[in-house]
């Protein structure tokens, strides 16, 4: 399953995709590109994996 998202920090457009697990060890996290703003690498029984969906500069953007 593929979902949209977008860092609550910078606002950075992302594709999440979830892949559910048996792990129950839960993982570290994931940063931002942009920003550095930590993303949950997991959630719920599944693992979280994050994949920037625009190239532009979300920083020269909010200048």
């Known amino acids: 399953m593929t979902e949209q998202f977008r860092c609550p920090s910078c606002q ?15 993982l570290g996290q994931v940063n931002c590109t942009e920003c550095s703003f930590p993303f949950s690498a997991y959630e719920n ?19």
């Open 45 to 63: 029984g599944s693992i979280l994996k994050y994949f920037k969906t625009a190239s532009s500069n979300v920083r020269a953007l909010r200048k």
């Open 12 to 26: 950075a457009p992302y594709a999440v995709v979830r892949v559910e697990t048996d792990e129950k060890e839960q």
